[in-house]
């Protein structure tokens, strides 16, 4: 594909200056996709299938591993202030990620949030709640339900995990 050229092109270039072993390099991107799951053609709500990206880290002293770990792009922040060697503002929102490096199966953050115009979605590892400007929620086990098919919110047997979520975003 045109992105794998263009990859390609950037890492020979890389090794072609020495430089690739020593080189910081992130792949990720803004947002993903529906491509037809949930019976949509566009972005623009939490499935995982649009709010879930890759990430991928390769660098000086990281292993190759997959982690399942929830992490934000602010998650990036401090890894590049570390990478250049500069102090992080104390106002720093995102998790350092360099603990992935060393153990895949660390936790660096409870939780995860997006917002787009006025929505807004809390994600943990277990649990998914949205929250739209009209009033109206989404909440999906993960764990039972991971293509989040059955709506959960209002749902009595979910009320504590509802607003212990619903909470995180206020």
Same mark, same amino acid.
């Given at each position: 594909?045109?992105?794998?050229?263009?990859?390609g092109?950037?890492l020979?270039?890389l090794?072609?200056?020495?430089?690739?072993?020593? =080189?910081?390099?992130?792949?990720?991107?803004?947002? #993903?996709?529906?491509?037809?799951? %949930? #019976?949509?053609?566009?972005?623009?709500?939490?499935y995982?299938?649009?709010?879930?990206?890759?990430?991928?880290?390769?660098?000086?002293?990281?292993?190759?591993?997959?982690?399942?770990?929830?992490?934000?792009?602010?998650?990036?922040?401090?890894?590049?202030? +570390?990478?250049?060697?500069?102090a992080?503002?104390?106002?720093?929102?995102?998790?350092?990620? @360099?603990?992935?490096?060393?153990?895949?199966?660390?936790t660096? @953050?409870?939780?995860?949030?997006?917002?787009?115009?006025?929505?807004?979605?809390?994600?943990?590892?277990? %649990?998914?709640?949205a929250?739209?400007s009209?009033?109206?929620?989404?909440?999906?086990?993960?764990?039972?339900?991971?293509?989040?098919? =059955? +709506?959960?919110?209002? +749902?009595?047997?979910?009320?504590r995990?509802?607003?212990?979520?619903?909470?995180?975003?206020?």
């Amino acid at each position: 594909s045109l992105i794998d050229e263009g990859i390609g092109k950037m890492l020979s270039a890389l090794e072609s200056t020495g430089t690739l072993d020593d =080189t910081l390099i992130i792949f990720t991107s803004d947002h #993903g996709d529906a491509l037809g799951d %949930h #019976g949509m053609p566009f972005k623009g709500f939490f499935y995982d299938c649009m709010s879930r990206v890759p990430l991928i880290v390769k660098g000086p002293g990281i292993s190759a591993a997959r982690s399942s770990s929830l992490v934000s792009t602010l998650d990036l922040v401090p890894l590049f202030y +570390n990478s250049c060697e500069a102090a992080a503002p104390a106002t720093l929102q995102g998790e350092d990620i @360099r603990p992935l490096f060393a153990d895949p199966t660390a936790t660096i @953050r409870e939780h995860a949030f997006c917002e787009i115009e006025g929505r807004m979605m809390v994600r943990s590892a277990t %649990h998914k709640y949205a929250h739209y400007s009209d009033g109206s929620s989404e909440l999906y086990d993960l764990t039972t339900d991971p293509d989040e098919i =059955t +709506n959960l919110a209002d +749902n009595p047997d979910y009320a504590r995990i509802e607003s212990d979520l619903k909470t995180k975003l206020v």
